[in-house]
């Protein structure tokens, strides 16, 4: 069964960095779309980044450009995002998502919390 599994989030301060980690079981899915997505209560889910599968492409929200970087290690099917210089508004759930054809996959989420 295939699987994602977040981990990395935590508390930390305006202005500090988190690295956040998917990690992909069942089978490899370097050939996947993923895709990180962020969610504060009372809001919608949005889109934070995305690679493409095979890496062919990057895309972030305007508001994360230049701050945070997405990357895959195929060798540990394993996704990153790594978080600069974060702003209190960016406390949420962060959830990975992975998308093959038809079948669309998305974990359970680490929780980040940037006090203000």
């Known amino acids: 069964q295939f699987q994602l599994v977040e981990s990395g989030g935590g508390l930390v301060q305006a202005g500090g960095s988190l690295r956040l980690s998917c990690a992909a079981s069942?089978?490899?899915?370097?050939?996947?779309?993923v895709a990180w997505y962020r969610q504060s209560p009372g809001k919608e889910r949005e889109f934070v980044a995305g690679i493409e599968g095979g890496e062919s492409g990057k895309d972030y929200a305007d508001s994360v450009k230049g701050r945070f970087t997405m990357s895959r290690d195929n060798a540990k099917n394993t996704v990153y995002l790594r978080m600069n210089n974060l702003e209190p508004g960016e406390t949420a759930n962060y959830y990975c998502?992975?998308?093959?054809?038809?079948?669309?996959?998305w974990g359970q989420g680490t929780q980040v919390t940037v006090p203000s």
């Open positions: 998502y992975a998308k093959y054809f038809r079948g669309v996959y």
């Open positions: 069942g089978r490899s899915f370097s050939a996947y779309a």
